[in-house]
């Protein structure tokens, strides 16, 4: 059994929040899971670009297990653990062939250390309060050589929602406070991984801009993802005439040329293994001619540069 650090890190996100709305989602989840379900197609492909198997697999936030169970029908595997926060989300993930179902908070890894091949994690980090402590127990929980590839929100997620609301909150109340999480950026996820002890580590982004008929069809897909916040403590209701001119806000000022509101999701991929006495060392600054980027497919940042992003966009119409 692998253990979390001992200094108990700052607690911005509620687990309980987190199981609560992921417990009311799941029954619907397969109408609202357009983003798991691009990640883990691309995750998929990046795993596809790795010459080798992995037998023993571990997916750490699975939701509806359905990456989990795509991965136990590949070639070679044996085991999928699926490790979800919520037993409504658990119960369906279990359901797949091929595929173990575990309840689990994702702050700690209850597994025994080098037993796993693969480890990955597809739009659930970005909740995790003591990420630099996860990360350390995904090494220890990996066999030598083992690889982890995980994708969470980043940085520019919501920008635009952010902003909407935070002016309504100053114009309305003289005041703005917190309403949309905090997220990683790339840079951020690569220093983590070697931080954590991972060889190897590659971080890079994509950027996907997608449209909605209205702020409100936003929020009823958030909601639908289990993403609305999770910030700890005591969160005070939106008022409604707040919300109603955070809608006004955004379709002025983040709107396309069709009248549609915008909003961004940043995703950041994350990939490292495990260390392993015979993998290759690091070479001199400027002297590799190859990367694990090109292994799995990603954009290698390298210590110091803004991580890059590839935009794309796509239509969503949802029931208010």
């Known amino acids: 059994m692998t253990s979390a650090p001992n200094t108990a890190p700052p607690r911005i996100f509620s687990p309980a929040r987190l199981r609560a709305q992921r417990d009311r989602s799941a029954a619907r989840f397969s109408e609202f899971d357009f983003l798991k379900r691009r990640v883990s197609s691309e995750l998929v492909e990046r795993l596809d670009d790795v010459a080798r198997e992995f037998p023993n697999v571990m997916d750490i936030g699975a939701h509806d297990g359905s990456l989990s169970a795509f991965l136990a029908a590949r070639p070679?595997?044996?085991?999928?653990?699926?490790?979800?926060?919520?037993?409504?989300?658990?119960?369906?993930?279990?359901?797949?062939?091929?595929?173990?179902?575990?309840?689990?908070?994702?702050?700690t890894l209850d597994v025994p250390p080098a037993s796993f091949d693969l480890a990955v994690s597809a739009l659930a980090l970005h909740w995790v309060n003591d990420l630099p402590g996860?990360?350390?127990?995904?090494?220890?929980?990996?066999?030598?050589?083992?690889l982890f590839l995980a994708a969470l929100f980043g940085g520019e997620t919501l920008k635009e929602l952010r902003q909407s609301l935070m002016q309504a909150e100053s114009e309305l109340l003289g005041g703005a406070g917190a309403r949309v999480s905090p997220f990683l950026d790339g840079i951020d996820g690569g220093r983590l991984l070697q931080r954590a002890g991972f060889a190897l580590p590659v971080a890079d982004s994509d950027r996907l801009t997608v449209t909605y008929e209205t702020l409100f069809h936003l929020i009823a897909e958030l909601r639908g993802m289990g993403e609305?916040?999770?910030?700890?403590?005591?969160?005070?209701?939106?008022?409604?005439?707040?919300?109603?001119?955070?809608?006004?806000?955004?379709?002025?000022?983040?709107?396309?040329?069709?009248?549609?509101?915008?909003?961004?999701?940043?995703?950041?991929?994350?990939?490292?293994?495990?260390?392993?006495?015979?993998?290759?060392r690091p070479k001199r600054p400027g002297s590799a001619t190859h990367s694990l980027a090109e292994a799995v497919?990603?954009?290698?940042?390298?210590?110091?540069?803004?991580?890059?992003?590839r935009g794309s966009g796509e239509d969503r119409d949802q029931d208010g």
Do not use: N, Y
Not at 134 to 146: F, M, N, S
């Open 76 to 107: 070679g595997v044996r085991k999928v653990l699926a490790l979800e926060p919520s037993p409504a989300m658990a119960a369906i993930a279990g359901a797949s062939e091929g595929v173990e179902a575990r309840v689990s908070l994702l702050e």
């Open 134 to 146: 996860l990360l350390v127990q995904v090494r220890q929980a990996l066999k030598p050589d083992g």
């Open 297 to 309: 497919g990603a954009k290698e940042i390298p210590a110091g540069e803004k991580t890059g992003a």
């Open 228 to 280: 609305a916040s999770k910030l700890a403590g005591r969160v005070h209701p939106l008022r409604r005439d707040v919300l109603m001119r955070a809608a006004e806000i955004h379709a002025e000022r983040f709107s396309d040329p069709r009248g549609r509101i915008t909003a961004t999701f940043d995703i950041v991929w994350l990939a490292g293994w495990a260390p392993a006495p015979d993998q290759p």
